[in-house]
């Protein structure tokens, strides 16, 4: 049997204080900051697990970032798309109208007006945001359509923006799929026997022919976004041109068809973020609340537990001042910390 001498009373005593003296600081510090985990050491796993999640948060609120992003600048697009709409429905109206006008004096104050509502659309066309373009593609820094011209400066790239894991989704139109139309090969029949036919060019081009019953060419002209088809319809009624009036009846309608399906496909894109939006505010809610139970002392547990460790500590000392000296005990009271 192995004998316990006095030094080794001694020492386990001393040790015995001094872990005691450990946990109460411990405790107290856990109290102080309110974590439970004061180094990596405390708990490797749980470490482990909360930088998972803190990265996984950062993570979340970076994607929540860019789906503001992304929402506001769909948001933009669609506020001038509207207004967009809403102008090619006013020249709509002129169009409908202007072969009735016999005027000169009529004739040329329609013509002033829509050359105006030209300049509206290019405006709408050219919105831009800060120092972004919102229809130009990926070329956001360069104005997407040139005034006089009218012709697309811009690209057809989609910025596509991460909102979350899988998740990308374009916050941009580029004006060409927007202010143009997908050309088709079309027919139709206008006043005085006259057959128009659409054909599609290079890019949006689209390559207009009035012809005679005779299958004579009786005029040609092409377009490839709505502000050059505007630009005609002003001339052809400067100038009283009847067929060019009514050839642009059937583009001026697909255009406003073009419009109107873009501005559906950017309310499902918003709807599709706003989704991700709350997907993303509960899966960071779920990180944070898992986070907590791994880093937050239940302080309530603390402030009735640090009082009793204190307790347990003073008896000890008491019980170790008969073999431990005074001296070492009034030293190890003084470093203890105080509750």
Do not use: W
Not at 278 to 284: K, N, P
Not at 298 to 303: E, F, M, P, R, S
């Amino acid at each position: 049997m192995m004998q316990i001498t006095t030094s080794m009373l001694y020492n386990q005593l001393l040790a015995s204080i001094q872990n005691s003296q450990t946990t109460e600081s411990k405790l107290n510090q856990q109290l102080a900051s309110g974590q439970k985990i004061l180094a990596p050491s405390d708990d490797v796993q749980g470490t482990m697990r909360a930088l998972d999640y803190e990265v996984n948060i950062n993570k979340n609120n970076q994607y929540a970032t860019d789906v503001k992003t992304a929402t506001n600048s769909l948001n933009q697009a669609n506020t001038a798309l509207t207004t967009f709409s809403s102008t090619l429905s006013t020249i709509t109206g002129i169009l409908d109208n202007a072969n009735a006008a016999s005027n000169p004096s009529i004739q040329q104050t329609m013509s002033t007006e829509v050359a105006q509502l030209r300049d509206q659309l290019l405006d709408l066309a050219n919105t831009k945001v800060g120092n972004t373009y919102l229809f130009s593609g990926f070329k956001t820094n360069l104005q997407p359509y040139a005034a006089g011209t009218y012709t697309y400066q811009g690209d057809s790239g989609s910025l596509n923006v991460p909102c979350g894991t899988g998740f990308p989704i374009a916050s941009n139109i580029p004006g060409s799929s927007v202010f143009s139309y997908p050309p088709a090969a079309h027919t139709t029949q206008i006043s005085g026997g006259l057959t128009v036919s659409y054909t599609p060019g290079a890019g949006t081009t689209v390559n207009v022919n009035i012809t005679d019953a005779n299958n004579n060419l009786v005029k040609s002209f092409s377009f490839s976004n709505a502000m050059q088809m505007t630009d005609l319809l002003s001339t052809a009624i400067a100038n009283n041109d009847t067929p060019t009036i009514e050839a642009l009846q059937y583009p001026f309608n697909q255009i406003q068809n073009q419009v109107n399906s873009v501005q559906a496909d950017i309310g499902a894109r918003l709807s599709a973020l706003q989704t991700q939006s709350a997907s993303l505010t509960q899966g960071t809610t779920n990180l944070q609340d898992n986070l907590s139970s791994i880093q937050d002392a239940d302080t309530t547990a603390l402030g009735a537990e640090i009082p009793m460790m204190n307790t347990a500590l003073q008896a000890l000392y008491s019980a170790s001042s008969q073999i431990l000296p005074m001296s070492l005990i009034n030293f190890l009271q003084a470093s203890s910390p105080t509750p």
